[in-house]
């Protein structure tokens, strides 16, 4: 059976102390854990984590990649230098970066693809926002989303994890119902089948709220794979709790 991911998203959080103690506090609560587990760090303090990682079931994950290979793009980070400091996963099109850096669906699909030809797996984000929701437009958004992704990585989609991550469910303590929430990994799901023949491998995460009270149903979903955890991966006791009821 495929293994579920829960993967932190710490977005713009941290210090070298409190990173130091999160990370110390959850690797000594870790058990034998069934799931793959990973954590977004802000890119400043990938070495430091990575040194905190080594050795250990959790891998470590970039909040984004230059959609470019190298050269004069003052700020960004490359793939390749992501991979110096053993970078498995990048989070690609979260919502607050297509919100607050406009990055579109195109360059969205540019990322996931510069991140798969340095070896990294892109956590590709979808989702819609309230209106979109209220106007009944939830799966053709998600929908046009992820087209551009499988449209510029042809048959290299199946090496990616993509999220649905509801805008309006993100930090506000509203999360998707587990109905809700597999009706469109149902549909997200059916999109990849008919992209390539192994969909079923492909993992899909739920984001938006997932917290130690409500992990257990959603994961207990069909077609949900795992999630993608903003504020509960802040907290060591949380994280454990959501980790435990993947499996
Ligand atoms: P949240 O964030 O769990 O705090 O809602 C999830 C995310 O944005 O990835």
Redesign the pocket.
């Known amino acids: 059976m495929k293994k579920k991911l829960i993967a932190g998203?710490w977005?713009m959080n941290g210090s070298l102390a409190a990173n130091d103690k999160l990370l110390k506090d959850i690797l000594a609560g870790l058990g034998q854990a069934a799931c793959q587990m990973a954590v977004g760090v802000p890119a400043v303090y990938l070495s430091q984590c990575q040194a905190l990682l080594a050795g250990t079931a959790i891998d470590l994950a970039a909040q984004d990649i230059s959609a470019h290979e190298v050269g004069a793009y003052t700020g960004e980070i490359s793939g390749a230098m992501l991979k110096e400091f053993g970078v498995r996963y990048v989070?690609v099109g979260?919502?607050?970066r297509r919100q607050y850096h406009g990055e579109t669906d195109e360059v969205v699909a540019l990322k996931a693809q510069r991140a798969l030809g340095c070896g990294i797996t892109p956590i590709v984000?979808v989702g819609e926002t309230l209106a979109e929701r209220e106007a009944g437009k939830t799966d053709e958004v998600v929908k046009r989303q992820l087209a551009a992704v499988i449209h510029t990585n042809g048959h290299c989609i199946s090496e990616v994890v993509v999220?649905y991550?509801p805008v309006w469910?993100?930090?506000?303590?509203k999360t998707a119902t587990p109905e809700m929430a597999q009706q469109v990994h149902a549909v997200l799901r059916a999109q990849l089948k008919a992209a390539s023949d192994h969909a079923d491998r492909i993992k899909l995460l739920y984001?938006?709220?997932?917290?130690a009270a409500n992990a257990a149903s959603l994961l207990a979903q069909p077609d949900i794979d795992g999630g993608?955890?903003?504020?509960?991966?802040l907290k060591a006791q949380d994280f454990l709790t959501i980790i435990a009821a993947a499996h």
């Not at 984001?207 to 917290?211: R, V």
């Not at 993608?228 to 991966?233: N, Q």
Request: proline share 0%.
């Open positions: 998203n977005k989070i979260h919502s607050e984000c999220a991550e469910a993100i930090g506000t303590g984001g938006g709220s997932m917290n993608l955890i903003g504020g509960a991966a």
